[in-house]
Each structure stands twice: as C-alpha cells, then as structure tokens.
C-alpha cells in the first residue's frame, strides 16, 4: 500500500539528464506537501477554536495594548503545526526532482528539524497557557537553535563570510587560514542569534488580526523563490538538500494560508505566542539554510525578505533604549501600533504591511541576481534609509500624552485649544502589566 501511494504522489514531470532544470521540474513532485499542509491547518483551525473555548483558553481584552473587543479563542496556532507537519510527514513518500546515482531516491527530512519545532511549540503553548519570563523563552529558543546545530544544520554558515577573507589576510599578513573550530564556533553564534532574533521577531508583530499569519505567508512565497532558484542553479548539491528548502518553504505557506482566512479581522481565533514564535523559527531554519551556499548573497537575500518583522523589532529595542525603558517591556509603539493611532483602521494597516513585505520580497529575489558586491550596497542604502525615515517620523522617541483621573471638581489643566500633537500616541498606563517578550 505504502508503495502503491509512493507511486502515485510520484507521477509529476521527471527531470531529464541533460535537460535544463525548470521550476516546474523542481517543484512539481513537492507540491503535494502544500496541499496536506493547507487541508490540515484550514481543518483543525475550528477544532483548536471549539477545543479553547471549551477549556476556557481565550484571550481576554484589557483596553490597554490588545487591539481587540471580545474575547477570542487561542490555540490557531497548534493548527498551524499540524499543518506543518503533515506537509513535512507526506514529503517521505515524495521522489526527488532529479535522480542522485548511487542515493535513495525518496525525500528524508532532516529529524532535527522536526525535534526544535516541537520544542518551540512546547514552549508557546506554555507561555500561552501559564505565562513565561522573557528569560526562560529565550532558554528555550536557544536549546531550539542547539538541536539545529546538532543536527548538522547551519554548522558552517559563514563560511561563505569568513573563507573569502583567507586570501585577503595572507596576502597582507601571511596568516594561516581560518581553522574550521572558528568557523564552527562563528556559525554556532549566529545561529542561535538567527533562531532567537526572528522568533521574538515574529511574537512581537503578532499584534492585529491576520498580521504576522498574512506576512510570514508572504514572507514563505519569498524563500519558496530562493529555495526553487538553488535547486535550479546549483546542480552539483544533495537533490535531497535542495529538495528540503523547497519542502519546508511549501509547507510553511500552505499552513499559514490555512489559517489566516479564520484570523483576518475580525477574528475568530488567535495563533498566540504557539504559533507566532513557531512561524519565526521556520523562518530562521529556511534562513540558515540559504545561508549555506558558497555566495553570501543568498542570506542577504533571505534577510531581507524577513525584514519587516526585523525591522519592527529593531525599532523596538531602539526605542525602549532611547526612552531607558526594559528592553522586554510590553508597550503600544509598534510599527501597527503606530500606523493604527495615526487614523488607519486595522484591515488598512494589515494590507499595508502585506505590501511592505511583498516589496521586501520582490527586493529579496532581485539581489540574487546582482553580484554580491552590488547586492550588500542595495541592503546597506535601503535600510540605512529606512532607519532615518523611522527616526524621522517619531517612530523611535516616544510622545506620549498619559491620562490621568480627575474628579469633577478638579478644573483640567489643559485648554481646549492644546490637542495633543499628531505624531504622539495616546497611552494609558497599566501598572499591573508584566514584562513580556
């Protein structure tokens, strides 16, 4: 039985040696991976609701920094692994796109893999459930990043940074090459900083309906690009290698589009901080993965394809070290939070954000095409520009107006005529509010 549906999911164009390799080629024997990742996440969406609901696992309005009215179920995404991980579990019994003589000819995913995102999962669905320290998330994200290493994964990932320096430094210096302990050590660093960055990346712009499901989705059709232009470009490397970017990249957007539909506002239900800092560590494993090409621009590439969670989160720390406020202190100046309080409604300021990461994307996928010289002055200009633009629409100094309660017979301080200025934000403060990440 076991073969008799191996065959049949294997019944797509094969790869003919000597032939140029297609896109078509490349993801043809994969895209059943989407199919089970969308059928599933869309599926077990409204079981998760029914599931909280009935066990009371909601989250609750506070009038302060949530943006929603009623209460709204959790658990979305719970749904969203699942979906994930039926993709990941189809995908054995999927043949390559092209034969590699001498291997097995079927799909293997890396188990370490699945191991770090259980992990992640395990950890938002506690902190969802009972509340976490920014300090115990970020232990756990880390023994997420270390499985990823001893799996193999992101082991040599700046090598393409550090290799090309061997060349440069012995010709000035007469230094030894760089031994492989510093590249191992280097890459293990950034890893970890990889994994931790764009999960915290992600739960922070988890912060209106349908905006980090919507940008990671588009974020994934980004890296499902990079992933089918390495299998085409770079014949020489494990068809299974190649195979694998292309299956993870599937399987995250066909469980992301599988539940946003029920999280677009208004929504139904929310993918907590299970779902957010799971999408953020498959992201940073299709990352890694790109980085470990011999050109450099490849991670440019997929960075910048992340960048407007990054972005968000740089503004973040930048503001809170601006105005010595904690840096993992919860507050209502995001990039949404923002676009929010100057007169956009949440559906406006969600597409909005769809767009940015859709240019980020289209930006991403034209740097691989330049070379990498030209790709690092596009990154260097366009960010630069963003981060003086942020500063210069008050995006980074807080101007805040803080209500306080009079009684009636107070006669108020201020006059009719002093509204407050139009690029400050309204804040009410909570004083019983924990630090979160």
């Known amino acids: 039985m076991t073969h008799l549906f191996s065959h049949f999911l294997a019944q797509s164009e094969i790869y003919v040696p000597g032939q140029p390799m297609t896109a078509d080629t490349v993801i043809a024997p994969y895209i059943y991976v989407f199919y089970a990742a969308f059928l599933v996440s869309f599926c077990f969406t409204p079981i998760m609701r029914l599931v909280a ?68 999962l395990a950890l938002g669905l506690w902190d969802d459930l009972r509340g976490m320290k920014p300090a115990i998330k970020i232990m756990g994200q880390t023994a997420a990043a270390m499985i990823l290493l001893n799996s193999g994964i992101g082991t040599h990932v700046t090598a393409v940074l550090l290799r090309p320096l061997d060349a440069f430094t012995f010709r000035l210096f007469a230094w030894p090459p760089i031994p ?31 905006l980090c499901g919507g940008v990671t989705a588009v974020v994934s059709a980004g890296f499902l690009f990079l992933a089918i232009h390495l299998a085409m470009s770079e014949i020489s490397l494990s068809p299974n290698t190649d195979g694998l970017r292309v299956v993870l990249a599937l399987a995250l957007l066909g469980a992301v589009l599988g539940f ?38 490849w991670f440019l ?80 200009v366009i960010f630069g520009g963003i981060i003086v633009a942020a500063y210069k629409m008050g995006m980074v100094h807080e101007k805040s107006r803080v209500a306080v309660r009079k009684t009636l017979s107070t006669p108020s301080s201020m006059a009719i005529g002093d509204a407050p200025d139009p690029d400050s934000v309204l804040e009410i403060p909570d004083r019983l509010q924990t630090p979160t990440a």
Not at 86 to 109: E, I, T
Not at 261 to 282: C, E, H, Q, R, V
Not at 311 to 325: G, I, P, Q, S, Y
Not at 349 to 359: D, G, M
């Open 53 to 120: 609901n009935y066990f009371r696992i909601i989250d609750q309005p506070d009038s302060l920094r949530k943006m929603h009215s009623v209460p709204v179920a959790y658990l979305g995404g719970v749904a969203v692994f699942l979906g994930w991980l039926a993709g990941m579990a189809l995908s054995q019994f999927l043949r390559f796109h092209r034969p590699d003589p001498g291997a097995p000819d079927h799909m293997w995913v890396n188990f370490g893999i699945v191991v770090a995102a259980t992990v992640i």
């Open 180 to 210: 492989d302990s510093v590249i191992i050590v280097t890459s293990s660093m950034l890893v970890v900083f990889v994994v931790v960055g764009c999960c915290n990346a992600t739960n922070l712009m988890d912060g209106l309906d349908g």
């Open 260 to 297: 946003v539909p029920y999280n677009f506002n208004p929504a139904s239900i929310f993918m907590g901080d299970t779902g957010s800092m799971f999408l953020g560590f498959s992201c940073a494993t299709l990352i890694i993965m790109a980085g470990e090409r011999q050109h450099p621009k």
């Open 301 to 380: 590439a997929a960075m910048i394809m992340f960048a407007l969670p990054v972005l968000d989160t740089a503004l973040a720390f930048a503001r809170r070290w601006v105005n010595r406020r904690p840096f993992f202190s919860a507050d209502r100046h995001h990039f949404h939070h923002q676009m929010v309080a100057r007169g956009y409604s949440v559906k406006q300021t969600v597409i909005i954000s769809y767009f940015l990461a859709l240019a980020f994307a289209s930006l991403g996928a034209l740097i691989i095409f330049m070379r990498t010289r030209y790709a690092v002055a596009v990154y260097l």
